[in-house]
């Protein structure tokens, strides 16, 4: 009896869930961003709004920062899994807060659906105008005979991470200066505050165009769309150097099946609308095409690396 039971439980769940897929969306859906207003910000509003279209119903964006991304993400783990409930996430909330937080609100590997890694994204090495090095070697060679610091967004931050990967593969030491923000600190390497800093091309390009910031490299395999002339760090020496960053979409874990592989459809082709594309190559983002078991992959295979990083650099929270 109690197997027949279990097996009509299991059935009806079966069913409410079918019959909840066919029916979504019939609301509006949430959409946490775990930034204040910035960069992941409005690559999310860029693809929501073309998604929304497409499903036909409002879809609300709610900042909810805090602790390297786990507040909004703990929110969105507790949620109810109905699909109602999205997640825009940097994904070093799911790669490297692992190891940098002692303990953690919510179970990467557990908690989530992962629609999909729809973007990445590399740093570029700048300094300051009046840092006597116009390359990489120069900047090096400088690091190395004196005593330099270097700017962040904050501990733990991509920024953070790409410099102490950096310093780790070039044998260099330097002291590092968080800030709350990237933005904030950009502004003091362009100041002369400090010497040098990793940031988004974004960030960086514009300003080393007119002549505030000296760009020195750029921290993925790829050289940069926006600043095609600026190598690459693995090509200055380093060939096994590779820094690169992407935002996550997910849902909660037990979400419908149905529901998830639709929001990861409406994702793809919001990607691939004229508006979204425009702001990628604006923000120097690449497109991946990674569907949602080959975005969970890429995470999990992120998380290891950037894990020998934390442990390497010693980085706490």
Do not use: C
Request: charged share 15%; net charge positive.
């Amino acid at each position: 009896m109690k197997m027949v039971a279990g097996a009509v439980a299991a059935a009806a769940v079966m069913t409410t869930g079918s019959a909840l897929a066919q029916q979504y969306p019939d609301r509006p859906i949430k959409v946490v961003v775990t930034t204040v207003p910035g960069p992941l910000d409005a690559f999310a509003r860029a693809v929501v709004n073309q998604m929304s279209q497409r499903l036909k119903q409002p879809m609300v964006v709610e900042n909810k920062p805090g602790a390297g991304g786990n507040v909004g993400t703990d929110f969105v783990a507790k949620a109810p899994a109905d699909g109602y409930t999205l997640l825009f996430a940097l994904d070093s909330t799911f790669t490297v807060n692992p190891s940098l937080y002692e303990k953690m609100p919510f179970d990467v590997n557990k908690d989530f659906a992962v629609i999909g890694v729809p973007v990445t994204y590399s740093q570029m090495l700048a300094v300051g105008p009046n840092v006597k090095a116009n390359n990489l070697a120069e900047f090096l060679k400088l690091a190395k005979s004196s005593k330099m610091a270097y700017a962040s967004g904050g501990n733990g931050s991509p920024s953070h991470l790409t410099m102490a990967a950096f310093l780790g593969t070039t044998g260099t030491e330097m002291v590092h200066v968080p800030y709350k923000g990237t933005g904030a600190s950009v502004v003091d390497v362009m100041s002369g505050q400090v010497d040098s800093v990793f940031a988004v091309t974004s960030g960086i390009w514009p300003q080393a165009k007119a002549g505030k910031l000296k760009a020195l490299a750029v921290s993925g395999s790829q050289r940069s769309a926006s600043a095609p002339d600026v190598p690459t760090v693995a090509e200055l020496g380093y060939p096994q150097f590779n820094a690169t960053f992407a935002y996550v979409v997910a849902v909660p874990a037990n979400t419908p099946k149905e529901i998830q592989h639709l929001l990861a459809r409406e994702l793809a082709a919001a990607m691939k609308t004229p508006e979204v594309m425009e702001f990628n190559r604006t923000a120097d983002y690449a497109a991946t095409d990674l569907n949602p078991e080959a975005s969970a992959a890429w995470l999990r295979d992120t998380r290891k690396r950037w894990n020998q990083v934390v442990v390497q650099a010693k980085i706490t929270n």
